[in-house]
């Protein structure tokens, strides 16, 4: 029995043995491959991450670009109102600037530089001017074509979209600027019907309102019609304005110099300085530089004309 | 003596079992964590595809919009506006 029993549990314990061993084994494998799976894992991770802020990174900047294109895109689609919002902009922050020059909260000063009885064909060079030195300016036209037998139409045309095109004021000047007998002044009607013909003329061609304007020759030339056309004009939503301040190009041809010195010797501390100018004239073309960078120097800042200025009558 | 051994045995592997369980532990936190950061990877991706092809889609419509407009005038007054606001702080 003893030994039989002995013999048997000997056995069993072969058994178990070898059952530890292959459990052991299986154990060990397992253990083994888990910890290779992990460490794979974890390096995996550790390379992916990587790949992941370096895309993240990628990413980003593809957002940037590509929102930088939507924002252009809805620029593009708002084109118009865009414009004119930072059109209105320009002109309520001018309106501040005039209030704050003429209320002496300020030491700037403000010029209008406006020229008249254009388009000529030499306009574009004064436009070239203005825009070397970015500086506004206001341009009271007359509608010339039909008089001028569409000769120089394309250059007027070229010259008018250009004025509109880089931002300076268009005025009025009526459309045939005759003085005299028989003129413009002769009647009021004849006055608001050669304001309201060359109105026209620029909407119809070029889709721009003129709501500012000139009398020919000064608004003292209208005379005893002064009144009731300034009465009419209001009716028509215009403003009107004169000057205090010219190169004298509209009489006799002085030099360059003269014409300079015209402008810039008499500014006399004018708050809202109105320079009146042609752009027939190659005297002023040539002193033109001079006088704004003189204007520059003497606190001058420039502004186109506007309906709601300051240096407007209405 | 057998059940000496039985209990020994039984010992280890509850030991074998708890080492071989802490290993899994770690096993599935790091495949856990592999497979998210490849989710995010893939998902990063697309995203970044996906850009990619808005991008060029707007490059393309734009070109020919750009030229549809003159965008100088509305440069100007952005200017003009921006130059007026430096006057007046
Ligand atoms: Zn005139």
Known sequence: METKSSSASKGIRIVFAVLLLIFIGVSAYTIFTMYNKTRQ??????????????????LEELTEKRDELLAEKEEIMNYGSSVKAYHDQFFELAKEFENRVVNGQTDKKIAYLTFDDGPYRMSYKFLNVLDEYDVPATFFYLKKCEEEGFRD?????????????????LGNHTASHQLGQGGIYSSVERFISEIEDNRKFIEDRYGYTTEVMRFPGGSPTAGSRYEPIVEELRKIHYAWVDWNSATGDGGRVLSPQEFRDNVLDNTNGIKLLVVLMHDYSDNTLIALPEIIEGLADQGYYFLPLFYDSQAMNR | MLRKTIILEIILAIVLGAVAYGFYVDYAKAFKENQAAADRLAEVRLEEAQTEKEYRELDEELSSLRESVDLKILEIWKRRVAQLQKELE
């Open chain 1, 153 to 169: 139409e394309w250059i007027y045309d070229e010259v008018y979209k250009r004025v509109i095109g880089s931002g300076h004021t």
């Open chain 1, 41 to 58: 894992f974890e390096f995996e991770t550790i390379y992916t991450s990587d790949l992941i802020i370096s895309e993240e990174k990628k």
